[in-house]
């Protein structure tokens, strides 16, 4: 008998363990082998119960599904390539993780190509190698304005969705980071006490940096208080430090909202370095909520935000396209405030020696 799947590489006593088929997976979650297969095939209708008891045996037994003989049966591939850049970013790579997930539990593999965005060469030569293999699909994930314009340019075979995220200030209409998430944050902040704002950006080519630099000035008027300026940075923890380092003067800001966490967490020692006490003197705040964010010293008060939904919802959308299928209804990603100890009360005080010296 053929099987759906491909054989694993551990062992049990010295011998190869026998690959599970859709038939071991039915037993163990207690369905008939026709739910397996239907819930492989990313059909919808099956109760949440049922999906949930599919997936955990999926899990246990390893299953692993046969893309090439399922290709070569229907005569259609199921590998998607997936276009990333600026993979050690926090955000590029949990977008990707989200991808990865989506695709593999619709029954296709992800190849990821991470490209070099400082080598325009070497990204004419990667999109041409790509758009020659037997793919179902291309998912491009672009940040920044020069990869949005690569793919733009570029002629794919295949279906093929370029995902990247909105202007707000072009579309006009408020994304979930504009509407609720950084109102909620800015909002923490007034409540604590806080008037005066300094932001540390990201990059201003990467549409997210726009998109925060926005979000961070609609709701520091929404909320009437002050933006002392805009600080600028490049995703990194150095950045962050650099933002304050090498300004002569600090502003008399009581609060510093930076663009996401790593830059946050440059901030924090530049500002201690520099005789603030945070959250005492200062508070500082991030975007993002890393894993490490809630072991900074202090703990960091953050946003969450839901990459790995974004990378789902780009893959469904995907494959709307691929199958031939009405997309169905993606839920829009969230975020949510993470209140911690780098955000406290103003300090009524008086600000500490040497936050005006120059450096």
């Known amino acids: 008998m053929s099987t759906d ?18 038939y071991d997976v039915a037993q163990a979650a207690g369905v008939s082998h026709q739910t397996v297969s239907r819930f492989l095939k990313g059909f919808t ?30 005569g259609r591939s199921h590998r998607i390539g997936a276009l990333t850049h600026e993979i050690s970013h926090v955000g590029p790579s949990r977008v990707a993780e989200g991808a990865s997930a989506a695709a593999r539990e619709a029954g296709y593999v992800l190849d990821l190509v991470s490209l070099d965005v400082r080598n325009p060469r070497a990204i004419e030569e990667s999109l041409a190698l790509i758009t020659q293999h037997d793919l179902a699909g291309v998912l491009a994930l672009s940040s920044t304005d020069e990869m949005t314009r690569a793919f733009e340019t570029t002629e794919f075979r295949v279906p093929t969705l370029i995902a990247v995220e909105a202007d707000d200030a072009v579309s006009g209409e408020p994304s979930e980071l504009t509407g609720v998430g950084l109102p909620a944050l800015i909002t923490h902040l007034a409540d604590l006490g806080h008037r005066n704002l300094v932001h540390i950006a990201g990059p201003t080519n990467w549409t997210a940096a726009r998109n925060r630099i926005h979000a961070y000035e609609t709701a520091v008027e929404g909320q009437g208080l002050r ?30 909202v930076a663009a996401n966490d790593q830059m946050a967490l440059g901030a924090m020692l530049a500002l201690k370095e520099r005789g603030y006490r945070v959250p005492d003197d200062v508070s500082v705040v991030g975007i993002d909520d890393i894993p490490d964010a809630a072991y900074f010293d ?22 709307s396209q691929i199958e031939g299928k009405l997309s169905q209804p993606i839920p829009v990603w969230s975020s949510q405030l993470v209140p911690r100890r780098s955000a406290g009360p103003v300090n009524t005080g008086t600000r500490p020696e040497g936050m005006r010296r120059s450096h």
């Not at 590489?9 to 088929?21: F, H, I, L, Q």
């Not at 299953?63 to 399922?70: F, G, M, Q």
């Open 45 to 74: 209708g099956i109760r949440p119960e049922t999906r949930e008891k599919v997936v955990q045996a999926l899990d246990e037994l390893g299953y692993r599904p046969n893309l090439t003989a399922r290709s070569l049966k229907s």
């Open 298 to 319: 202090p703990p960091l008060t953050t946003l969450r935000v839901d990459f790995e939904a974004q990378g789902r919802a780009s893959v469904l959308e995907l494959l």
């Open 227 to 256: 933006s002392l300026g805009v600080l600028p940075g490049d995703w990194s923890a150095r950045s962050g430090y650099e933002a304050i380092t090498t300004l002569a003067e600090l502003p008399e800001a009581t609060a510093f």
């Open 5 to 22: 799947s491909e054989p694993r590489e551990s062992e049990r006593n010295g011998a190869p363990m026998k690959a599970a088929t859709i």
